[in-house]
């Protein structure tokens, strides 16, 4: 049996056991979530949190869906704070993703730039854009005064725990897709 299929069993199980419905985890925080706008069974979904980080670079949550559960739910960033009103659909404007549909690469790459964390996780657009390139990974610079925090536009996982956790979900239950829904 796969070894994720156990644990996650056992968690709905003891779960429904405390009489917890719908959990969120996401480094130790459990959070009541309206499972009925699930957008999909098995899919990633990217939304706004109306937060920023100390730098004023807008956060935003990665929530993983699994069999319409929400498994995991990861702080993230996407573009940089002075890039959030740039065209999203352009080239080179380091701006947000773009909303939509996206492929998700079962296996990540190695990182060609530092600023990538060590770790790639490919996305492609499933509609005309002008963005490529575009990605999952760790910000090494998260929250940190160097100027490069936040992304080119790819989705940055604010800690490499995170992305570790969900480079090995991706793995082993590749998602039907990501949706994005930050605009």
Known sequence: MNRWLVPLLMMGFLLSLMGIKNPSIAQGRREEVDLSKSPCSHCLWLIPTGQSNRLGNPLYLLQVYYQK??????????????????????????????????????????????EVGGRFIEISPRFRTGRSALGIHYDPSYNKSNGEDGTSGCIGLTNRRDFEQLRRFIEVYPPQFLLVDIQ
């Open 69 to 114: 559960q929400l498994i995991y739910s990861f702080e993230t960033v996407s573009g940089r704070h002075y890039t959030q009103d740039r065209n999203r659909h352009r080239a080179g404007t380091e701006a947000p993703l773009p909303d939509g549909q996206y492929s998700i690469n079962r296996y990540s790459v190695p990182g060609t730039i530092a």
